[in-house]
C-alpha cells in the first residue's frame, strides 16, 4: 500500500487571531487561582454571544430577556449544568468539579460553530485542555470533534495519543493508553459493566491500551480489557477478552485473525496454539 503523509496546509489570512486566542487561553490556564468556572463561562460567553460578554451577569438577571436566552447564557458557567457522570455514585466530586468546567468548556466548543469541523483550532485548544482534565497526558496529543469522557479524571495517555471523532472514553474504572495509541471514530472504550441481573450493581475494571495500539471504526473494547502492544481492534469488532501483542482481532467477540508481519516470532506461535484453542472451544 502507498505511503500517504498528511498535507501541510497554508495558513489563512487571519490565522494570527487564532494564535492570539489561543494564547490568552494558555495565560489563564497557567494561573494556579484561576477561576475555572467563571473563565468557561467567560471563553463560551466570547464566542457564542459576544453581545453579553462586557455584561453576562446583568443579562442573565434580565428579565426584559427571553427566559430562553437568560437560560441559555447561565448554562454557559458550568455551575448551571449537570453532567451525566456528577451522578455515578463512584464519582470523586472534588475531582469532578476540578476538570468538568474544562469538558464543559470542550464539549460546548465542538457544538458552536467555531468549533465544528474547525480542525486546527480544535486540535490546538483541546491539546491545551486535555493536561488539566486527564490524570496525565503526554505530548502530542491530538483529539478531533466530539470525543466525550465520564470523569476524564481517570485517563492517562502517552506521547502521540490520536482520539478521532465521537470517540467515547469511558474512565469511570480507568483507562490507560501508552505512546501512538489509535482511536479511530465512533470507538467506545469502556471501564465499567453492568450486572446483567440488577443495573445498578456496577462493576469497575481499568482498560489498557498499550503502546501502538490501534481501535478502528466503531469499534469497542470492554471493561477490564488488555490490547497489547501494536494490536488492532477491526471495525466494529467487540473486544471481550485480552487482545494478544501484535494480533489483530476482528468481529462480536473479537478474535485473532492473523498477526501482524512486524510482529516478533514467538507472536506467531502464540497465534497458531490461539486458533487451535479456539476450535476445541
Request: charged share 25%.
Amino acid at each position: 500500500m502507498a505511503i500517504k503523509p498528511l498535507r501541510k496546509l497554508q495558513v489563512g489570512p487571519y490565522a494570527y487571531l487564532a494564535d492570539e486566542w489561543l494564547e490568552r487561553i494558555e495565560a489563564s490556564l497557567a494561573d494556579p487561582a484561576l477561576d475555572r468556572p467563571a473563565f468557561c463561562c467567560s471563553v463560551l460567553c466570547d464566542l457564542a454571544y459576544p453581545e453579553y460578554s462586557m455584561n453576562w451577569a446583568e443579562a442573565v438577571s434580565d428579565t426584559r430577556l427571553p427566559a430562553g436566552t437568560r437560560l441559555a447564557l447561565a448554562a454557559l458557567d458550568p455551575r448551571n449544568v449537570t453532567l451525566e457522570p456528577e451522578y455515578y455514585a463512584e464519582c470523586d466530586d472534588e475531582k469532578f468539579q476540578r476538570v468538568k468546567p474544562f469538558l464543559w468548556l470542550w464539549y460546548s466548543f465542538d457544538r458552536l460553530p467555531i468549533g465544528g469541523q474547525n480542525v486546527d483550532l480544535g486540535v490546538r485548544l483541546r491539546r491545551m485542555l486535555a493536561p488539566f482534565i486527564f490524570k496525565r497526558c503526554g505530548e502530542r496529543f491530538k483529539a478531533f470533534q466530539h470525543v466525550e469522557f465520564s470523569f476524564g479524571y481517570n485517563i492517562e495517555c502517552g506521547d502521540d495519543v490520536v482520539v478521532h471523532r465521537h470517540v467515547l472514553l469511558d474512565d469511570r474504572g480507568g483507562i490507560v493508553m501508552g505512546n501512538k495509541v489509535s482511536i479511530a471514530d465512533y470507538a467506545n472504550i469502556y471501564s465499567h459493566t453492568h450486572s446483567i441481573v440488577d443495573q445498578t450493581d456496577v462493576k469497575n475494571a481499568p482498560t489498557i491500551l498499550e503502546d501502538g495500539v490501534r481501535i478502528t471504526y466503531h469499534a469497542t473494547v470492554l471493561a477490564g480489557v488488555r490490547v497489547g502492544e501494536q494490536a488492532m481492534v477491526g471495525a466494529v469488532a467487540v473486544a471481550t477478552k485480552d487482545v494478544r501483542p501484535y494480533h489483530v482481532n476482528v468481529g462480536i467477540p473479537a478474535k485473532s485473525v492473523r498477526v501482524k508481519p512486524n510482529a516478533p516470532p514467538d507472536s506467531w506461535q502464540a497465534t497458531r496454539t490461539a486458533n487451535v484453542n479456539d476450535k476445541n472451544e
